[in-house]
């Protein structure tokens, strides 16, 4: 049998593997790539998708000075009886959203007006341009009572109650830290953002909320003037009024 007959009988008789890597170039490129994206495709995700629980609203950002509680006389350098644009300069900002309120009484029209720092993580109260009041929020708490076009929500504040008593620490901690409170208030049932209980001390009130994970823990702090505070308070409003 001549050698030309016998090639396509000896072509047969190669193994499997060996017959593979004889075949063309060209016949082997032909083969369509693998994609794995192909064989797996992503569910597109929904751009109104609620974020988890838990997940940040407000400003993790840490803005502007720290501000540690003096109970009955103010935040860092911010104390009752202080006039608004001291205030704004000592912030470096002016209020994020205001709400102001005229009422007429025996000694003329009043102006109370709350002022809203968001990312700072609290408001202020003044009457007549005079600091009357100061609440501490926590992150995410919802800015409430003011004309917003969206909601907000409060940034992480600056500062604490000494000796380190933070927003965020769980209420048994709080309260082994700085005392049991004089006078307590367990709400009947959850406030606005979870507000479950508020302990009332001299000069400032902690606040407590029932968060997404059913843990309660400390998420604001009330600052309320003391005697000499709210003496301080009356002078400078009749300095105000009396340049009216």
């Known amino acids: 049998m001549t050698l030309s007959r016998l090639a396509p009988l000896l072509l047969l ?5 060996c017959r593979e890597k004889a075949e063309p170039a060209s016949r082997a490129s032909e083969k369509p790539a693998t994609d794995p994206s192909a064989e797996k495709p992503t569910e597109p995700q929904a751009k109104d998708a609620p974020a988890p629980p838990g997940a940040p609203k407000g400003s993790m950002e840490l803005i502007g000075p720290e501000l540690w509680v003096t109970p009955g006389k103010g935040i860092g350098s911010l104390f009752f009886g202080a006039f608004e644009e001291v205030i704004q300069k000592r912030l470096e900002a002016p209020c994020a959203a205001e709400k102001i309120e005229r009422e007429t009484t025996p000694s003329g029209v009043v102006e109370k007006k709350r ?51 933070m927003i965020g620490l769980f209420k048994h901690i709080a309260e082994e830290e700085y005392g049991k409170p004089p006078r307590e208030e367990k709400l009947p049932e959850l406030g606005p953002d979870g507000l479950y209980a508020r302990g009332f001390y001299p000069g400032v009130t902690f606040e407590y909320d ?12 009330i600052v309320e003037p003391d005697e000499q505070a709210k003496k301080v308070i009356e002078k400078s409003l009749s300095e105000k009024r009396a340049k009216k």
């Open 115 to 165: 002022c809203a720092y968001i990312d700072h993580g609290f408001e202020l109260t003044f009457e007549d341009s005079v600091l009357t009041g100061i609440h501490v929020h926590r992150r995410d708490r919802e800015v409430r009572g003011y004309d917003l076009k969206e909601p907000r929500y409060y940034g992480t504040f600056k500062g604490g109650v000494p000796p380190k008593i």
């Open 13 to 17: 008789a190669l193994p499997l593997s």
């Open 210 to 221: 029932e968060i997404h994970d059913g843990s309660v823990k400390l998420a604001g702090f």
